[in-house]
């Protein structure tokens, strides 16, 4: 071998902020604990759980912002679940429409395993934005969940943007003026 391949370091991209995701091992271990629920009245004890796992979730449990972001993680990733069972093509559609992945060629538990990955990335990075944000800050809970949510999913979970702009009845919203921006509700 040559001296230059021995002497080889590549540099590493590590988060900003230590300790705002959570280990690999943590977020497979979450991951396969969310493949475990039967449906969506468990989630919530699951999220509790994803809360107190991950050091971003840690800063968001028992703070104003908790109570929000159950109820609307609760309304986005309950259609999903259970992640498990069910026809591999629904699973493949589910996955390719939310999260753009792109699944072909794995067996259906890698499959349902993958999506699992995604959600719980989903959820962290709800919490990882809403700790960016800082935790107490001079808007309303809700609003600040729904704008975290919002810029996560832009990045995540684009499906999730084009579903809700799809579903219909949603012709009409409502808005409201915080200073130079507008903040859209119930999207």
């Not at 990335?121 to 969940?145: E, F, K, Y």
Request: with cysteine; aromatic share 4%; hydrophobic share 45%.
């Amino acid at each position: 071998m040559t001296s230059r391949l021995l002497a080889y370091r590549p540099e590493m991209e590590l988060p900003d902020a230590p300790g705002m995701l959570p280990l690999r091992e943590d977020a497979l271990a979450l991951a396969a604990q969310l493949l475990e629920l039967q449906g969506p009245a468990q989630f919530d004890a699951f999220l509790a759980h994803q809360l107190d796992a991950t050091a971003a979730g840690q800063q968001v449990r028992g703070t104003p912002l908790e109570g929000p972001l159950r109820q609307l993680l609760g309304k986005v990733v309950a259609p999903l679940l259970p992640l498990h069972g069910g026809s591999p093509q629904a699973l493949k559609r589910r996955a390719a429409a939310i999260f753009g992945m792109e699944l072909e060629g794995l067996s259906p538990e890698d499959k349902e395993f993958e999506l699992a990955r995604q959600v719980v990335h989903l959820i962290d990075a709800v919490n990882s934005a809403l700790v960016q944000d800082g935790v107490l800050g001079a808007r309303a809970p809700r609003t600040r969940v729904d704008t975290a949510l919002l810029q996560v999913a832009r990045r995540v979970a684009p499906g999730l943007l084009r579903q809700a702009a799809q579903t219909p009845g949603r012709d009409a919203g409502h808005w409201r003026r915080e200073g130079g921006h507008i903040v859209v509700l119930d999207c």
